[in-house]
T-cell receptor, first 112, second 115 residues
């Protein structure tokens, strides 16, 4: 069935270092891969997304890369700041293109 | 503020009871999605409605049901509640029913506690 795996489940980095979160998806027909950030006690919010016809997308300190052959995609955060501390969810649209399947999340802690 | 509203914010009830959660999507959004987030868990997709019709279904229990009304607001009904149903329930809305870059905007959530 449709599945999105995400690693690591927790990640701790020093302020200023980079953080990388990796996801794999199962459905080769998936063509849309959003990333959401959920701060403690708040709602998930979209931070960046990528479509399958693009290999990389960057928005300031955040970048996402996609390898469709391997069915991998990753989130890269550079120059991390304490306010980057949150749970990050990757996602992929499902077989019907209507469902968005979320990964289990990565809890990122940025240590000042 | 995402523009998606959910009521109530908190709900405390007993096992065996039935509750209704309400969601109003952003103005102009036709799709509504429901998610369940248990403690330290990810977002479990329950169900999606598009313009009043059921569009996609996830791991929604038979005790749960939902609908989307002509004014596009949606309700999630949870019945015969069990302790394990305690969770944060999010509603999200998007402009279209499917496709890439169909960003979902999440509401603030309803925290359900079943005692």
């Amino acid at each position: 069935g449709e599945n999105v795996e995400q690693h690591p489940s927790t990640l701790s980095v020093q302020e200023g270092d980079s953080a990388v979160i990796k996801c794999t998806y199962s459905d080769s027909a998936s063509n849309y891969f959003p990333w959401y950030k959920q701060e403690l006690g708040k709602r998930p919010q979209l931070i960046i997304d990528i479509r399958s016809n693009v290999g990389e997308k960057k928005d300031q300190r955040i970048a996402v890369t996609l390898n469709k052959t391997a069915k991998h995609f990753s989130l890269h955060i550079t120059e991390t700041q304490p306010e980057d501390s949150a749970v990050y969810f990757c996602a992929a649209n499902g077989i019907s293109y209507d469902k968005v399947i979320f990964g289990p999340g990565t809890s990122l802690s940025v240590i000042p | 503020d995402s523009g998606v509203t959910q009521t109530p914010k908190h709900l405390i009830t007993a096992t065996g009871q039935r509750v209704t959660l309400r969601c109003s999507p952003r103005s102009g959004d036709l799709s509504v999605y429901w998610y369940q987030q248990s403690l330290d868990q990810g977002l479990q997709f329950l169900i999606q409605y598009y313009n009043g019709e059921e569009r996609a279904k996830g791991n929604i229990l038979e005790r749960f049901s939902a609908q989307q009304f002509p004014d596009l607001h949606s309700e999630l009904n949870l019945s015969s509640l069990e302790l394990g149903d305690s969770a944060l329930y999010f509603c999200a809305s998007s402009r279209r029913g499917s496709g890439a870059y169909n960003e979902q905007f999440f509401g603030p959530g309803t925290r359900l506690t079943v005692l």
